[in-house]
Every structure is written in C-alpha cells, then in structure tokens.
C-alpha cells in the first residue's frame, strides 16, 4: 500500500479464552484507501477488527492506529477516531431515523448535511422508525451514524449480511465514493468477494486465523483461482504471499 499506514497491525495474536483465533496477523491501511478481509466463516476477520479498535486483549504483537497504539480503552479511540461498524449494526430499532442520527451526532459531533449528501434516502425516512427498515436501510443508517462520529478509520464488519444484492450493489460503491472524498482509511469485512475487490485497493484472505494470500485488489481480480485456493485453504497456491 502507498503512504503512511494510519492503521497499522504488526503480527498480532488474539483469541478468547487463552485459545488463539488468529495468529501472527500483520496488514496496513493508508489514508483514503480500503482493504477488503476476506475469508470463509471462523477465519478471523471479526477478530481482526476487534483487535484493531481495542475490544480484544492482545497476546501479541501490536496495533497503531492514527500514529498512537491501540489498547483497551475502546471509547477513547473511538474518540481519536477509530469507529466500528459492527454485524449488528448497531442502531436502535424503536428509536426514529432522525432520532438514531441525533444521537450519533450528539455524540460525535459530525456533520448531518454531509451525511444526507451520501444517503439522500435517509432525508426522506427521517421519521421512519427504525425497526420498520428493511436490511439495506439499516445499514444505511448504520454507516451514516458511524460518519456522524468523524472516523479517520472506519471498520466495517460484514457490510452485506443479511442484505440483497441490489442493496450491497448500492452501498459499496458509496463507501469508495467516502473513503476517497474524506481521505479515510476503512477496512472492510466481505463476504462478496467479487463485490469487495471491485471497490477496494487492496485484499487480504485469511484461513484458519492467518493471511493466506494478500495482494492489490486490482491484481487479485484477474487471480481469481489463487483467492480461491485460499479461500478454502486449498495447497495448490504457489504465488500465496503471507
């Protein structure tokens, strides 16, 4: 990746119980660019991130996020400007839209305007409740709340679970659209693969808890046979870089 990492994991162990669930883990993230983790269920990936914002304890190795290490305190990097976007999206389901974006910004302080400019349908859903949404709304609103805090890094954990294609084919696009508009490092958990590396700059795969291919986006689109192979943890992957 090109530039300064403004995410930077340096071959990391963390697991639950004493019981490692991912090992000797090392990737980076620049400003304005998006690494996609890829990976079939139990390979880490949550993992990965919880690490990253401080919600696991590490066994090893460190995490350096905006020039400072990572701990436990996971409010306060949320204040420096780490935020995760959890699989359960976490908006409040009997709030309104425009309560749920109020208390974001609230607490956050960000801009509201700028948000709507990026999901102009939430304008029109202000007094929808939010349980009433469908899936692709939710996280919608899900990643417009997590704007609202200001992120320099942004995580997101399975950004098309639950979702229609056509709603993962609408937001993909637009978190490239922030991520090169607000200079953002965002690292995003995929299980579309193609979908994934068609917006982001760089992939990883991870297997049984450890890189098992990393490589640009661009050139793991044309390497299709090798993701897969790692993918599945397959032997015949002779150009795997770890």
């Known amino acids: 990746m090109s530039g300064t990492p403004v995410l930077e994991i340096d071959a990391i162990t963390v697991g639950y119980g004493g019981v490692p669930a991912i090992r000797d883990l090392s990737l980076s993230v620049g400003a304005g660019e998006i690494l996609a983790v890829l990976g079939p269920n139990g390979a880490g990936k949550t993992t990965t991130l919880l690490a990253a914002v401080g919600a696991l304890p590490l066994m090893s190795g460190t995490v350096t996020a905006l020039g400072a290490p990572v701990d436990g305190a996971v409010e306060r990097n949320a204040r420096r400007g780490v935020t995760l976007v959890p699989d359960t999206r976490g908006v409040f389901h009997t709030l309104s839209v425009a309560?749920?974006?109020?208390?974001?910004?609230?607490?956050?302080?960000?801009?509201?305007?700028?948000?709507?400019?990026?999901?102009?349908?939430?304008?029109?859903m202000r007094t929808r409740r939010c349980g009433n949404l469908s899936g692709g709304?939710?996280?919608?609103?899900?990643?417009?709340?997590?704007?609202?805090?200001k992120p320099r890094v942004l995580l997101i954990d399975e950004l098309s679970l639950g979702l229609a294609p056509i709603a993962v084919q609408e937001l993909l696009p637009r978190l490239r659209s922030i991520a090169d508009?607000?200079?953002?490092?965002?690292?995003?958990?995929?299980?579309?693969?193609?979908?994934?590396?068609?917006?982001?700059?760089?992939?990883?795969?991870l297997h049984h808890g450890r890189v098992a291919l990393a490589a640009s986006a661009s050139d793991l689109r044309n390497r299709r046979d090798s993701v897969e192979a790692a993918y599945f943890g397959r032997s015949d992957q002779s150009d795997v870089a770890s």
């Open 99 to 124: 309560d749920n974006l109020r208390l974001a910004k609230r607490k956050g302080g960000g801009d509201l305007d700028l948000v709507y400019e990026y999901f102009p349908k939430l304008r029109s």
């Open 181 to 205: 508009d607000q200079n953002m490092a965002v690292v995003l958990v995929e299980q579309h693969i193609d979908l994934a590396l068609g917006i982001a700059d760089a992939a990883i795969v």
């Open 137 to 149: 709304e939710q996280q919608m609103l899900a990643l417009a709340k997590a704007l609202l805090a």
